[in-house]
């Protein structure tokens, strides 16, 4: 493989997303039925939807399959005038809709005794589901949640004479994130003196790691000195050894009261030299505002 090629590689390469993901792939026999529930919470709200309205209509459908099958000898109210027809079936489905939803218009209604066994397990299934469905809701609802806006490129430049590593973030929510603290490590390949491939994992000490109350900005430095894995690195070096630059905050949400994190990453592709960032902090009226959007703008 040549050099360009390696490169090429090792740029589009990242283990931790900007949005906080990963792309760490499982092994195909990872079973999810065995944590089921952090499976299910772990699920974008389009997915829980999805597979929610999914398991919905389809065990209605299964159960409507039962009353069909049970013939329509067995359920009384029935309008449609031909035995296990297209018609007959849509009123089979309807009638397990209502009862599994514990509706009970009273329109249709069980005759037969196996008719009516279905619906008692019908009957109990639907009253598990709501329980089981409510504590879903109410989980994903109330995880806490962060809401970190992160500088979208990360500056290799000189701050108070000397050579840094910054980037910033800012809490987008209007509350404070308490006892906020931040942790900045870099990855990046290495090879050992006994010829061993390594991914070696760096901390990255920075001036200030944690804050007592996380309301506005927030600019995190990195001084590169002769113990840094920056130093006298360039950015071609940088992406020849696949460098990741990995950020973690953390603190108590004071409206949850709970611990909230979120996680960012920085590439080389990301970083930019001889910059600075253009202030976001604006003073009118005895009080500050933050902009936000420009969190990425330089000067």
Not at 20 to 45: A, C, E, M, R
Not at 128 to 147: C, D, E, I, N, W
Not at 235 to 241: A, E, G, K, R, T
Not at 242 to 270: C, I, K, M, W
Request: glycine share 4%.
């Amino acid at each position: 493989m040549s050099d360009a090629v390696q490169n090429s590689a090792a740029k589009k390469y990242r283990f931790l997303n900007q949005d906080g993901t990963s792309n760490l792939i499982k092994p195909k026999n990872n079973n999810h039925f065995q944590d089921l529930y952090h499976s299910v919470l772990g699920l974008s709200w389009p997915q829980f939807f999805l597979i929610l309205t999914g398991l919905y209509f389809s065990v209605n459908f299964l159960f409507a399959l039962i009353y069909f099958l049970l013939g329509p000898e067995g359920l009384t109210g029935i309008k449609a005038t031909e035995p296990y027809s297209l018609n007959f079936f849509a009123e089979c489905f309807f009638f397990s809709i209502q009862t599994f939803s514990t509706i009970g218009y009273g329109s249709v209604s069980p005759t037969g005794l196996f008719d009516n066994i279905v619906v008692s397990f019908q009957a109990l299934l639907g009253l598990l589901s709501v329980g089981l469905m409510s504590g879903l809701f109410f989980s994903r609802f109330s995880k806490p949640t962060a809401r970190v806006a992160h500088s979208k490129v990360a500056l290799l430049t000189t701050y108070e004479n000397q050579r840094v590593l910054m980037f910033r973030m800012a809490n987008a929510r209007m509350n404070q994130i308490i006892e906020a603290q931040v942790s900045v490590m870099v990855a990046f390949d290495t090879i050992s003196p006994e010829g061993v491939s390594l991914r070696k994992l760096n901390d990255l000490p920075v001036l200030r790691s944690r804050t007592p109350a996380f309301a506005l900005s927030w600019t995190i430095i990195h001084v590169v000195d002769e113990k840094s894995p920056f130093y006298k690195k360039s950015l071609d070096q940088l992406n020849q050894m696949t460098a990741e630059v990995f950020v973690l905050v953390s603190g108590h949400d004071e409206t949850f009261n709970q611990l909230v994190f979120s996680r960012y990453s920085y590439t080389p592709d990301d970083m930019i030299l001889d910059r600075q960032f253009k202030d976001i902090l604006i003073r009118e009226d005895h009080m500050l505002r933050i902009e936000i959007e420009n969190i990425s703008e330089l000067k």
